[in-house]
Nanobody, 118 residues
Framework: QVQIVESGGGLVQPGGSLRLSCAAS????????WGWYRQAPGKEREFVARITPLSGITTYADSVKGRFTISRDTAKNTVYLQMNSLKPDDTAVYYC???????????WGQGTQVTVSS
Protein backbone atom coordinates (compact mmCIF):
# COMPACT_ATOMS: atom_id res chain seq x y z
CA GLN A 1 0.00 0.00 0.00
CA VAL A 2 0.94 3.66 -0.28
CA GLN A 3 3.52 4.79 2.26
CA ILE A 4 4.18 8.38 3.27
CA VAL A 5 6.82 8.82 5.95
CA GLU A 6 7.86 12.11 7.53
CA SER A 7 11.15 12.68 9.32
CA GLY A 8 13.35 15.49 10.55
CA GLY A 9 11.35 16.85 13.45
CA GLY A 10 12.86 17.64 16.82
CA LEU A 11 13.56 20.26 19.44
CA VAL A 12 15.06 23.57 18.29
CA GLN A 13 15.60 26.95 19.90
CA PRO A 14 13.72 30.04 18.68
CA GLY A 15 15.43 31.42 15.60
CA GLY A 16 16.75 28.01 14.64
CA SER A 17 16.15 25.85 11.58
CA LEU A 18 14.91 22.37 10.75
CA ARG A 19 14.36 20.50 7.52
CA LEU A 20 11.49 18.04 7.33
CA SER A 21 11.40 15.26 4.76
CA CYS A 22 8.43 13.34 3.36
CA ALA A 23 9.29 10.16 1.50
CA ALA A 24 6.59 8.53 -0.61
CA SER A 25 6.38 5.07 -2.12
CA UNK A 26 3.93 2.93 -4.08
CA UNK A 27 2.35 5.85 -5.91
CA UNK A 28 3.10 8.03 -8.92
CA UNK A 29 4.70 11.06 -7.31
CA UNK A 30 3.83 13.51 -10.10
CA UNK A 31 0.10 12.60 -9.95
CA UNK A 32 -0.23 14.37 -6.59
CA UNK A 33 0.02 17.82 -5.12
CA TRP A 34 2.17 17.61 -2.00
CA GLY A 35 1.53 19.63 1.09
CA TRP A 36 2.59 20.17 4.66
CA TYR A 37 0.06 20.76 7.41
CA ARG A 38 0.50 21.16 11.15
CA GLN A 39 -1.55 20.69 14.27
CA ALA A 40 -0.72 22.29 17.59
CA PRO A 41 -2.19 20.99 20.87
CA GLY A 42 -5.83 22.00 21.20
CA LYS A 43 -5.98 23.47 17.69
CA GLU A 44 -7.29 22.44 14.31
CA ARG A 45 -4.92 21.08 11.67
CA GLU A 46 -3.84 23.95 9.44
CA PHE A 47 -2.28 24.34 6.02
CA VAL A 48 1.40 25.28 5.87
CA ALA A 49 2.67 24.86 2.30
CA ARG A 50 1.98 23.04 -0.97
CA ILE A 51 3.89 22.16 -4.14
CA THR A 52 2.89 20.70 -7.48
CA PRO A 53 5.78 18.44 -8.54
CA LEU A 54 5.84 18.96 -12.31
CA SER A 55 5.36 22.71 -12.37
CA GLY A 56 7.08 23.46 -9.09
CA ILE A 57 4.37 25.97 -8.21
CA THR A 58 4.29 26.62 -4.46
CA THR A 59 1.77 28.10 -2.03
CA TYR A 60 2.34 29.13 1.57
CA ALA A 61 0.29 30.11 4.58
CA ASP A 62 0.79 33.77 5.47
CA SER A 63 2.21 32.77 8.85
CA VAL A 64 5.23 31.02 7.27
CA LYS A 65 5.88 33.08 4.13
CA GLY A 66 9.49 34.16 3.92
CA ARG A 67 10.57 31.65 6.59
CA PHE A 68 9.59 28.23 5.21
CA THR A 69 10.41 26.75 1.80
CA ILE A 70 8.81 23.67 0.29
CA SER A 71 10.68 21.75 -2.40
CA ARG A 72 10.70 18.35 -4.04
CA ASP A 73 13.12 15.81 -5.48
CA THR A 74 11.13 13.87 -8.03
CA ALA A 75 13.92 11.32 -8.49
CA LYS A 76 13.67 10.43 -4.81
CA ASN A 77 9.87 10.82 -4.48
CA THR A 78 10.55 13.14 -1.59
CA VAL A 79 9.19 16.50 -0.49
CA TYR A 80 11.04 18.80 1.91
CA LEU A 81 10.07 21.64 4.18
CA GLN A 82 12.96 23.91 5.11
CA MET A 83 11.97 25.88 8.19
CA ASN A 84 14.05 28.92 9.19
CA SER A 85 13.62 31.57 11.87
CA LEU A 86 11.46 29.22 13.87
CA LYS A 87 9.16 30.62 16.53
CA PRO A 88 7.49 28.98 19.54
CA ASP A 89 4.18 29.32 17.65
CA ASP A 90 5.55 26.91 15.04
CA THR A 91 5.46 24.11 17.63
CA ALA A 92 3.17 21.39 16.29
CA VAL A 93 2.99 17.96 14.75
CA TYR A 94 3.75 18.38 11.05
CA TYR A 95 1.99 16.14 8.56
CA CYS A 96 2.74 15.43 4.92
CA UNK A 97 -0.25 15.22 2.59
CA UNK A 98 -0.65 13.81 -0.91
CA UNK A 99 -3.67 15.14 -2.79
CA UNK A 100 -4.36 13.43 -6.13
CA UNK A 101 -4.62 15.82 -9.08
CA UNK A 102 -6.93 13.58 -11.15
CA UNK A 103 -9.02 11.88 -8.46
CA UNK A 104 -10.27 12.32 -4.88
CA UNK A 105 -7.50 10.24 -3.31
CA UNK A 106 -5.69 11.73 -0.35
CA UNK A 107 -2.98 10.25 1.83
CA TRP A 108 -1.43 11.41 5.08
CA GLY A 109 1.77 10.55 6.85
CA GLN A 110 1.97 9.76 10.56
CA GLY A 111 3.40 13.16 11.48
CA THR A 112 6.63 14.41 12.99
CA GLN A 113 6.86 16.57 16.11
CA VAL A 114 8.50 19.99 15.92
CA THR A 115 9.08 21.80 19.20
CA VAL A 116 10.48 25.33 19.30
CA SER A 117 11.56 26.24 22.81
CA SER A 118 14.45 27.72 24.70
Amino acid sequence: QVQIVESGGGLVQPGGSLRLSCAASRLTFSDYRWGWYRQAPGKEREFVARITPLSGITTYADSVKGRFTISRDTAKNTVYLQMNSLKPDDTAVYYCNADAIFSQRKYWGQGTQVTVSS
